[in-house]
C-alpha cells in the first residue's frame, strides 16, 4: 500500500478509536498535561507498529495492547501518581451524571481506589467497565480466561475494601 | 458503591465525550518522549560522537609519521569498533523492546528477558573492555615504545600494575553500581508486574 493512503487509513482508524486512547490515558495518567502526552505517545506507538498490522486481530484489541503497554511502560516513572490522582482525570466526570450527594462522595472513593490499583489491575479494571469480553480481555493481556476472573474477583473485592476504609 | 454500579456510568459518559482537534498526522511526526525513546538516544549519541573524537585522534597522530604502520592508529580504531559495537548492540536491545504489539504479558516477559540479558552481557564487554586496555597499552610498550605513554611507561612495574588493578577494580564497583542504581529496580518492577498476571 502507498505511504499516503497508509496515513490516510491510520488517521481514519485513529479517528474511530479515540475514545479508547482517552479511556486508556485518563486510566493511566493524572493530570491532563500528562494525559496529553500519553496520548501522543500512544499515537506514535500505534502508527510504528501499524506496518505489522495484519489484521489477525480486531483493530480495537490490537490497539488496547500498544496502548496499554505504551501507558505501563510510560508509568512505571510516575510513582507520584498514586498520590496525586484525581477523580476528574476519569473519563466519567461525576458531574456528568445525576447522583444524590451520598453517591457522589461513592462514586469519589471509586476512582480514588481505582487509582490506587497496580497496572496490571487498572488495565483489567478498564477492560472489564469497558464492557469486554473476558475472550478478548485474554487476548488483550495475555492471561487465560479462568486467571482473568478470578483476578476480576479480586479486585472489586479490593475496590470494597478500599472504599470501606477510606 | 460497586464496581458494577460504575460500568453503566462509565459506558454512558462515552456519549458525552466530544472528538478531540488532535491532528493524527501531525502527532505522528513527533518524536516519542517514552523512556525507551530516551534510552535509545543515550545510546545513539556516542555512536555518533565516538568516531568524530577518533577522527581527529588520528588526523593529529597522521602528522606525525605514516598511520597505518602505528600501533597506536591500530589501538584508537580497535577501540572505537569495540566501543561503537558496544553502543550498537545496546542501541538494538532498547529497538526490541519497542515494540509493543503484542500481549501485555508477552511484552513484560520480553522487557525483564531482554534487559536481564543486555544488562549482563554489557556489563561483561565493560569488565573485559577494562582489562583489553590494559593489555593494549603494555603491548604498545614493548612492540612500539609509543612517546606518548612515555611518562607512563617510565613507571616502576609495580606502580603500573597497581594502578592497573585499581581500573579493574573500579570498573567493577562501577558496573555493578550502575546496574544497581538503573536497572535493578526496574527489573523487580517488570517481575513483579509479571507475577501478578500468573
Keep these: 500500500m502507498h505511504q499516503k493512503e497508509k496515513e490516510k487509513e491510520f488517521e481514519l482508524l485513529i479517528k474511530q478509536h479515540e475514545l479508547l486512547i482517552f479511556k486508556v490515558c485518563a486510566m493511566y495518567a493524572s493530570e491532563a498535561g500528562d494525559r496529553q502526552d500519553l496520548f501522543q505517545e500512544i499515537v506514535i506507538q500505534l502508527w510504528k507498529a501499524f506496518k505489522n498490522f495484519r489484521g489477525e486481530s480486531k483493530f480495537s484489541t490490537w490497539l488496547y495492547r500498544v496502548a496499554i503497554n505504551t501507558a505501563i511502560t510510560r508509568s512505571r516513572k510516575e510513582k507520584k501518581f498514586i498520590d496525586l490522582y484525581d477523580p476528574a482525570s476519569m473519563p466519567v466526570q461525576i458531574s456528568d451524571v445525576n447522583n444524590s450527594i451520598e453517591q457522589e462522595e461513592q462514586l469519589q472513593q471509586l476512582y480514588l481506589s481505582i487509582g490506587q490499583l497496580n497496572e496490571i489491575e487498572k488495565a483489567i479494571t478498564m477492560l472489564y467497565l469497558e464492557d469486554r469480553s473476558y475472550e478478548e480481555m485474554s487476548n488483550i493481556l495475555g492471561i487465560s480466561e479462568g486467571t482473568l476472573r478470578v483476578k476480576m474477583n479480586r479486585i472489586k473485592e479490593k475496590l470494597r475494601q478500599m472504599t470501606k476504609n477510606n | ?198
Excluded at chain 2, 130 to 143: G, K, R
Design chain 2, 1 to 198: 458503591m460497586e464496581l458494577d454500579d460504575l460500568k453503566e456510568q462509565w459506558k454512558r459518559s462515552t456519549e458525552n465525550i466530544k472528538p478531540s482537534n488532535n491532528n493524527i498526522m501531525q502527532l505522528i511526526q513527533n518524536k516519542s518522549t517514552g523512556p525507551l525513546e530516551k534510552l535509545k538516544q543515550r545510546f545513539k549519541k556516542p555512536m555518533v560522537l565516538l568516531p568524530l573524537v577518533v577522527s581527529m585522534l588520528i588526523i593529529n597522530l597522521s602528522r606525525r609519521h605514516d598511520i597505518f604502520s602505528d600501533g597506536l592508529f591500530w589501538f584508537y580504531i580497535g577501540i572505537c569498533l569495540v566501543v561503537i559495537s558496544y553502543f550498537f548492540y545496546s542501541y538494538r536491545m532498547v529497538s526490541k523492546m519497542q515494540v509493543m504489539d503484542e500481549m501485555v504479558k508477552a511484552n513484560l516477559e520480553k522487557q525483564v528477558q531482554t534487559l536481564e540479558n543486555s544488562i549482563k552481557k554489557r556489563i561483561v564487554f565493560i569488565r573485559v573492555m577494562a582489562v583489553l586496555f590494559i593489555v593494549l597499552m603494555e603491548i604498545l610498550m614493548y612492540y612500539q615504545q609509543e612517546p606518548s605513554f612515555a611518562k607512563w611507561y617510565a613507571q616502576p612495574l609495580l606502580l603500573r600494575l597497581s594502578c592497573y588493578i585499581f581500573l579493574v577494580v573500579l570498573f567493577y564497583f562501577f558496573t555493578r553500581s550502575v546496574k544497581n542504581k538503573r536497572y535493578t529496580k526496574l527489573i523487580t518492577n517488570l517481575k513483579e508486574l509479571v507475577s501478578q498476571m500468573q
